[in-house]
């Protein structure tokens, strides 16, 4: 009540300014009954440091979220925020990005994209659901997803450190023909130093079970998803759901090329390199990878 009173004398007494009149304020405040320090000390009043420090929060969670090329939720945020020293609960950050009109990109479920190849149970699943290998180069994993662009689907195979999470090698291919699986095998092969026994998991798509396949990663203990049951592979699955959830389906792709510079700033630029991921104690795989490796 008292504020609605000091705001009438405030326009009262810049009308009067207008007009060019003079006007008696502690003689206006006199006859409402409140106080002239109180109405000076309204006049010059500042916001709560609450609601300051609400909009200086947002302002940090605006530039969290834009570097995350918008697809950081409140959890990432948070961790983030608490990086920089700030104080601050998950649920709210939730809030104030309610508040402010921004969220994460939903993920969609994920859905198989090979096929069994009827090969008996001697493919067998060494990796048996172990998700948290406790050095680089103990466990990948590897599989196709498919990208559809204006000119045709394109086919992307992934090779993961299931360590740091980390896409150790990558290609881009117009076929699902299994000369691109080999060569992304050995790009993985020739970009790190393997020095002890090494899982490689993959589902049992035919281009995983084949003799070439085996061969190339002839060093290597093959692991197989069970069948009909993607669950396995999921670390890699999830992956190819992401880049298509956070990056490639938030544009129409109008060809191979595009689709590559597309996969490459994701990758190369952006997720290896940048993007936290809570498997990581909420750093990048490389910066996962480099504090393991300064402990070590």
Same mark, same amino acid.
Request: one cysteine or more; a neutral charge; hydrophobic letters at 35%.
């Given at each position: 009540?008292?504020?609605?009173?000091?705001?009438?004398?405030?326009?009262?007494?810049? /009308?009067?300014?207008?007009?060019?009149?003079?006007?008696? /304020?502690?003689? /206006?405040?006199?006859?409402?009954?409140?106080?002239?320090?109180?109405?000076?000390?309204?006049?010059?009043? !500042?916001?709560?440091? +609450?609601?300051?420090?609400?909009?200086? *929060?947002?302002?940090? *969670?605006?530039?969290?979220?834009? @570097?995350?090329? $918008? &697809?950081?939720?409140?959890?990432?945020?948070?961790?983030?925020?608490?990086?920089?020293?700030? @104080?601050? =609960?998950?649920? !709210?950050?939730?809030?104030?990005?309610?508040?402010?009109?921004?969220?994460?990109?939903?993920?969609?479920?994920?859905?198989?994209?090979?096929?069994?190849?009827?090969?008996?149970?001697?493919?067998? &699943?060494?990796?048996?659901? &172990? #998700?948290?290998?406790?050095?680089?180069?103990?466990?990948?994993?590897?599989?196709?997803?498919?990208?559809?662009?204006?000119?045709?689907?394109?086919?992307? +195979?992934? /090779?993961?450190?299931?360590?740091? %999470?980390?896409?150790?090698?990558? !290609?881009?291919?117009?076929?699902?023909?299994?000369?691109?699986?080999?060569? +992304?095998?050995?790009?993985?092969?020739?970009?790190?130093?393997?020095?002890?026994?090494?899982?490689?998991?993959?589902?049992?798509?035919?281009?995983?079970?084949?003799?070439?396949? $085996?061969?190339?990663?002839?060093?290597? $203990?093959?692991?197989?998803?069970?069948? =009909?049951?993607?669950?396995?592979?999921?670390?890699?699955?999830? #992956?190819?759901?992401?880049?298509?959830?956070?990056?490639?389906?938030?544009?129409? *792709?109008?060809?191979?090329?595009? @689709?590559?510079?597309?996969? #490459?700033?994701?990758?190369? +630029?952006?997720?290896?390199?940048?993007?936290?991921?809570?498997?990581?104690?909420?750093?990048?795989?490389?910066?996962?990878? &480099?504090?393991? %490796?300064?402990?070590?």
């Amino acid at each position: 009540m008292t504020s609605a009173i000091y705001q009438a004398v405030k326009v009262q007494t810049e /009308v009067a300014e207008f007009e060019h009149r003079r006007i008696s /304020v502690s003689g /206006v405040l006199s006859e409402l009954g409140v106080s002239r320090s109180g109405y000076f000390a309204w006049q010059h009043h !500042t916001p709560a440091e +609450t609601a300051m420090r609400a909009e200086r *929060i947002k302002a940090e *969670i605006q530039d969290i979220y834009d @570097a995350s090329k $918008q &697809n950081y939720g409140a959890p990432k945020i948070a961790e983030e925020l608490r990086k920089k020293g700030e @104080a601050i =609960a998950e649920r !709210t950050v939730g809030k104030y990005m309610h508040e402010m009109g921004i969220q994460a990109q939903w993920v969609r479920p994920y859905t198989i994209t090979t096929r069994d190849s009827d090969l008996s149970a001697k493919l067998q &699943n060494i990796l048996d659901e &172990n #998700f948290n290998p406790e050095h680089p180069n103990s466990v990948w994993c590897t599989d196709i997803t498919y990208i559809w662009t204006i000119d045709g689907f394109v086919y992307l +195979t992934s /090779v993961m450190d299931l360590f740091s %999470r980390k896409i150790i090698a990558w !290609t881009l291919s117009d076929t699902m023909e299994l000369k691109w699986v080999l060569s +992304t095998i050995e790009a993985a092969k020739n970009r790190r130093y393997i020095d002890k026994p090494l899982i490689l998991h993959s589902d049992r798509g035919s281009q995983f079970v084949s003799k070439e396949y $085996q061969k190339a990663a002839v060093q290597m $203990q093959l692991s197989y998803s069970k069948k =009909a049951y993607p669950w396995d592979n999921a670390c890699i699955e999830s #992956f190819h759901s992401l880049i298509k959830r956070e990056w490639l389906h938030r544009v129409k *792709i109008r060809d191979y090329g595009h @689709a590559y510079r597309l996969i #490459f700033e994701y990758i190369e +630029t952006f997720y290896n390199t940048v993007r936290s991921h809570s498997h990581c104690n909420y750093l990048s795989p490389n910066e996962y990878e &480099n504090k393991y %490796r300064f402990a070590n």
